[in-house]
């Protein structure tokens, strides 16, 4: 069955809208058999979806994430060995495994944590990067 889009309950479905009201509010002001699909369908061709809030706050998220790994300064290179690594020492590696010049970053770190706060912020990525990634190997 379709449903009969006048001018004034899209007007009322897009204030409805904006003001937050849900899909399913929104149908039982329309009324008239209008169901909750048919609102979210007529909100998606009208370009009134708008982003979810788990989205929002993700981004969010991620933008702090970025801004407190630009306010970190790197450590000072101590140039641990694999030998001199402790609990509370950071074991990023620097350089390659390969070359004799090879060592960790041996600054101090929460004994929670493999790596000191600079080397932590730039390890530990937020779920939709890892998720990204996972999709472009498969």
């Not at 001199?84 to 060592?103: E, K, N, V």
């Amino acid at each position: 069955m379709a449903v009969d889009w006048t001018d004034e309950r899209v007007a009322l479905l897009s204030r409805l809208w904006q003001e937050g009201h849900s899909a399913r509010q929104i149908a039982e002001t329309l009324g008239e058999e209008i169901t909750r699909n048919a609102v979210i369908g007529k909100a998606n061709r009208l370009g009134l979806s708008k982003p979810s809030k788990s989205s929002v706050t993700r981004q969010q998220r991620q933008k702090e994430r970025a801004e407190k790994v630009l306010q970190l300064q790197p450590p000072i290179d101590e140039g641990a060995t694999i030998f001199s690594l402790t609990a509370s020492t950071c074991r990023w590696p620097i350089g390659d495994p390969g070359d004799l010049d090879f060592h960790f970053c041996g600054a101090n770190s929460k004994a929670v944590q493999p790596y000191c706060d600079y080397h932590a912020a730039m390890a530990y990525q937020p779920p939709k990067a890892k998720n990204a990634n996972r999709k472009r190997m498969a």
